[in-house]
């Protein structure tokens, strides 16, 4: 059964590869979806797969590459506005 949750990282979060950190992540778990970085410092995402590959994306959200210092992770339910094909970066 494949659901979706909506994500927004807080912390030091932009300019350490964490978009693409979450990618690269998000593929290897199989997730479809995107990220990208907000206005206000924080990263959102929306991943889709199966519940247990999200609650590992959620998990290494609050790790994060080497670099990022994650302050917080909100995660909610999310209905996808589309079938996403792949998990993509978003400007």
Do not use: I, Y
């Amino acid at each position: 059964m494949s659901c979706c949750r909506h994500f927004l990282v807080s912390g030091r979060v932009q300019g350490v590869f964490f978009r693409a950190a979450t990618q690269a992540t998000a593929h290897r778990l199989g997730l479809t979806g995107w990220v990208r970085n907000l206005p206000d410092g924080r990263v959102e995402l929306v991943a889709c797969g199966a519940e247990e590959k999200l609650k590992q994306l959620e998990a290494w959200l609050w790790q994060g590459p080497p670099h990022a210092r994650v302050e917080q992770v909100v995660a909610a339910a999310a209905a996808p506005q589309q079938a996403f094909r792949d998990f993509g970066v978003r400007a």
